[in-house]
C-alpha cells in the first residue's frame, strides 16, 4: 500500500541529480568470451527504484538489479561498462558516459529521454495540481519530445555511432508509469494518470523513430509492464515512496521480469 506521507516528498521526484561520474568496467563471466557491452542512460537504466546500489556509484545509484547489470550477469559478458547515471540528459551521456565506447565494443543499450523533456516536472505538477495543470504539463513536455529531442537524440545517437562503430546499439525504452482504476494516492485522479500514459506514449514514438533512423534497435517495454503499474496490485514501478528518490521507477520486478526480457527479445 502506498502511504500518503510520502506524497508531498515524492514531488521532487527522484529531484534526481545530474552527476556523470562513470565507474570503471568490470567483468560479469572472465570465463566466456562474449559480448563487450556499454550501458548508458539516466536512471532507468542505471536501475533507480531498486533501492540497492553500487557503493561506488554514488549519485549515479547504479543497482545491480538493474536490467543492464542483469543482462551482462545473465550473459556472460566479456567486459561490462555500466555508465549510466541517475538524472541524465543527453548532454550528460555526449559529455561523461562515452569513455567506455570503442571499436571493440559489440554491444551498447541506452536509455534517455525522459529527463530532457521535463519527467520530474510532469509527475510533480501531476500530483500536486488540478487536472488541467496537468494536462499542461504533459503537453508542454510532449511538446518538447516534438520539437527539441528529436536533434538531441540525433547527436546522441550519431555520437554513440562515431565512439562504437562495429556496436549493435538498443535504445531501450521507457514503460507506460500508470494503470487505471482505484488507487491509494490522494488527488492522483484517472485522468492525470492516463495522461501521463499518453505522454510516454508520445516519447515511445519519438524516441523510436529516431532510434531507427540512426540504424539502432529499439525494445519497447510497454506491453511487459502492463497491468503492472503505479496504481496497480501487482506493482513494478513504484509510486511515491521513502526514500524519494524511488519514486516513479521501476522496482526490481519491473527490472527482472519486464525489462531484461524486453530486451532479451531485441538482443537474444
Sequence with gaps: MLHARYLIGAVAVCAVTTGTAVTPAFAADSGSAAENYVALGDSYAS??????YFEDSGSCLRSPKAYPQLWADSHGAA?????????????????GQLDGLSADTTLVTISI???????????????????????GAVDEAAEKARSELPDKLDTTYANIRSAAPNAKVVVVGYPRINEMGDCGIPFYSEHKRQRINEGADELASVTSERASAAGFSFADPRTAFEG????????????????????FHPDVDGHANAYLPTLNSVTG
Design 47 to 52: 536501475g533507480t527504484g531498486t533501492r540497492d
Design 228 to 247: 503492472h503499474g503505479v496504481c496497480s496490485s501487482d506493482e513494478w514501478i513504484n509510486g511515491p515512496s521513502d526514500p524519494i528518490q524511488e519514486s
Design 113 to 135: 529521454g525522459g529527463n530532457d523533456i521535463g519527467f520530474v516536472d510532469v509527475i510533480t505538477r501531476c500530483l500536486t495540481g488540478t487536472d488541467e495543470g496537468c494536462d
Design 79 to 95: 567486459n561490462f561498462d555500466f555508465a549510466a547515471c541517475s538524472g541524465a540528459v543527453t548532454d550528460d551521456v555526449n559529455s
